[in-house]
């Protein structure tokens, strides 16, 4: 099927597809002829009038409330103009003439609009647009007097393209912004209130199509191109391809700086070598975490050192050549974590029991301190290997469950002893830059103890969130407790921020959390240099780095570090 | 009492700026009435949306308004901020 396009007026400047859902309220201005004049009852119409009058007001009120909260004081405004036109003195003594000419309230209502909106259209622009709204307060007279129905907008199915002859304020008001992926009317012009409510909720939107619009069927797939004023109906490849690109956050291959200069490295946090391709083309500036269990997970034995070496070299080459260089260290950084297994990680290999390596139990780097020193050792081996490499030049390998002074201490003992057996051996090494990942409360308690012996600190909020509120990961009952902005846990990544700086180590960010753009703000008033995050939501972090204010981020950091509930958190924020 | 003034908000009185001052007039006991200097239409009350809307008052239009009544003064006052607003300020302002 070839395409066909629509052109009408662009009321937002934004691009959606969806299916076709047409609206079509019923037409409650289609009166039966009324009755003859001394059949009716004045008095009780008049009451009837009465009634639908003050149903209308209370409708009215609560649209101008849920608008406000919805889009904005602004556009609740134009419910405050139709509050006032529900009540005009010279409607209403239209309404009453009619009434006493013996007319049911229904008509009296359709006669006594009739004058002002054959005014109003006789007028130019803005004027005109003032027709729309008196026949939207005359419809919801008409249809609380007959009782008609209200047809609904607010729940429709996501992805649908509201098509309809015009759209009222009151209809727009309704649209849920998740599930309407944009709007095409065939009448109304770009500053109809339903065009700027539209644009308010960021729907896509396109008006004044005219009649043609009509040869739409409902659930054709449709391209709404707010921007230049077009709707595609069946749209070819090529366009679907253009709209899903410019329906994404565009994503930034470059380090970014918030709006007064200060720059945040976002990175990518991977499982896999394969995942880091496409975190390149996120726009990843480097990787934030890599998690080696991949490498020890589904197989018999171990892998070599040659194997590791291979995969790390990997991931350090990919960034190296592809990645935007958001750090001073030569290279793209990659921060690789030492193994991080436990009792809920079964390898089969290395006989985990779910008790003694449950999550407080013999896990992480207890583990590689331990039974499984030789593990680390090969892990190490490659790792100094690696940083030797062009690509390695921005390696950086972090300890897992760090929660002594004595266990980094032998952790960095480890590399040296590794390090001294490769300069023996002849093989080429380097050290690479090391760091604790801060994911338990001791090591937040002893972040500047651990800052003045490497070079940073990653805080890994899942296993954090976990130890802080002492409430198990992956315990459903304990959902409500695993909210990383609970007070105790924001307590702590601020004091592990700042004793990390006052250490002299960089602090980054590798959890859930750091990935999340409404959190971005805050994360960045904390303090945070390094937010790492899975690739999809980078373009997203970028993009609201730029729009940060250092000081106002601060600010809210600040009054919300001084809060005492979760509520009072998420209502500053 | 009356009072010749011009009007600031771009729109004029319209959509925004019209029922905002629709409703400050009805909240005073005093008649009022405006009318466009330059206009042809008569006088309407200014508590009436349809006839101040109906006005076709732009931005930059002379307007002039009748008070009659015991807080007269106070209404034009309040009328007269509302007229002098930009309609960007608006939502900032403690209306009387």
């Known amino acids: 099927m070839t395409e066909r396009r629509f052109e009408g007026i662009g009321a937002t400047p934004t691009l959606g597809v969806g299916a076709a859902v047409w609206y079509r309220p019923t037409d409650v ?6 009755p ?5 009852d004045s008095a009780a119409e008049r009451e009837r009038f009465e009634a639908a009058q003050a149903d209308a007001r209370a409708e009215l009120e609560a649209e101008r409330e849920s608008t406000r909260d919805r889009v904005g004081d602004d556009e609740a405004e134009v419910f405050t103009a139709h509050l006032k036109f529900l009540e005009d003195p010279q409607i209403e003594a239209g309404i009453e003439e009619a009434l006493d000419e013996g007319l049911p309230a229904p008509h009296a209502v359709k006669q006594a609009f009739a004058g002002p909106i054959e005014q109003f259209e006789g007028m130019d622009g803005m004027m005109a647009e003032r ?37 009222t304020p009151s209809d727009t008001a309704q649209l849920d912004p998740e599930a309407i992926t944009g709007i095409a009317t065939m009448e109304g012009g770009r500053t109809a209130h339903a065009a700027i409510i539209a644009r308010s909720l960021g729907i896509p939107a396109v008006v004044g199509i005219g009649e043609d619009l009509d040869g739409i069927d409902e659930n054709t797939e449709l391209v709404v191109d707010g921007e230049a004023g077009v709707v595609v109906a069946d749209p070819d490849e090529e366009t679907r391809q253009r709209a899903a690109e410019s329906t994404q956050t565009p994503v930034i291959q470059e380090p970014v700086e918030t709006a007064d200069g200060q720059a945040v490295e976002v990175a990518a946090n991977l499982g896999t070598p394969a995942e880091a391709p496409p975190a390149v083309d996120q726009g990843a500036d480097g990787v934030g975490l890599f998690r080696t269990e991949f490498l020890f997970q589904d197989r018999s034995a171990a892998p070599d050192e040659a194997e590791q070496f291979e995969a790390y ?43 003694e390596n449950g999550f407080l139990g013999a896990r992480g780097i207890r583990l590689s ?46 590399v040296e002893r590794v390090a001294d057996d490769l300069d023996n051996e002849g093989v080429e090494y380097a050290i690479p830059e090391l760091g604790v990942m801060v994911e338990t409360p001791a090591s937040t308690y002893l972040a500047e103890a651990f800052a003045e012996r490497v070079d940073f600190l990653s805080i890994g909020t899942n ?13 459903d009952r304990m959902t409500d407790y695993q909210d990383p902005l609970a007070p105790a846990v924001l307590r702590a990544i601020d004091r592990t921020v700042t004793a990390g700086h006052a250490g002299g180590a960089w602090v980054g960010m590798c959890g859930e959390m750091a990935g999340d753009p409404d959190l971005t703000e805050l994360l960045v008033g904390l303090g945070l240099d390094e937010l790492s995050m899975s690739a999809v939501t980078i373009p997203d972090v970028k993009t609201r780095i730029r729009e940060v204010d250092t000081e106002s981020a601060e600010e809210l950091a600040a009054s919300v570090l001084e809060a005492d509930t979760l509520a009072t958190v998420q209502e500053r924020l | 009492m009356e009072r010749t003034l011009t009007v600031v908000p771009d729109d004029g009185l319209h959509a925004r700026p019209a029922a905002t001052f629709v409703e400050t007039a009805g909240g005073f006991d005093a008649d009022i009435t405006v009318a466009a200097v330059d206009g042809n239409r008569p006088a309407v009350s200014a508590d009436s949306m349809l006839g101040v809307t109906g006005l076709g008052v732009r931005g930059g239009d002379d307007v002039r308004l009748v008070a009659e009544g015991p807080d007269a003064e106070a209404a034009l006052d309040a009328l007269e901020v509302i007229l002098s607003t930009p309609e960007d300020e608006l939502d900032e302002m403690e209306l009387p």
């Open chain 1, 29 to 34: 201005t289609d009166l039966d002829e009324p």
């Open chain 1, 36 to 40: 003859a004049t001394d059949a009716v």
């Open chain 1, 131 to 167: 027709a729309d709204d008196l026949r939207d307060i005359r419809d919801r007279l008409l249809r609380l007097l007959t009782g008609t129905e209200r047809t609904h907008l607010g729940s429709l199915p996501e992805g649908s393209v509201v098509l309809a002859e015009l759209l």
């Open chain 1, 313 to 355: 070299r990997e991931v350090c080459a990919t960034f190296a050549d592809g990645a935007a260089d958001g750090d001073d260290t030569g290279g793209p950084r990659v921060v690789v974590r030492t193994l991080d297994v436990g009792g809920d990680k079964p390898i089969d290999y290395l006989d985990l029991d779910p008790a």
């Open chain 1, 369 to 414: 301190l331990d039974e499984h020193a030789d593990l680390f050792e090969s892990q190490l081996r490659a790792l100094l290997r690696v940083a030797a490499t062009d690509a390695g030049a921005g390696l950086a390998v972090m300890f897992p469950l760090v929660s002594t002074v004595e266990e980094l201490e032998a952790a960095l003992e480890q």
């Open chain 1, 463 to 475: 296993d954090l969130t976990q130890y802080i509120q002492s409430a198990q990961r992956d315990l």
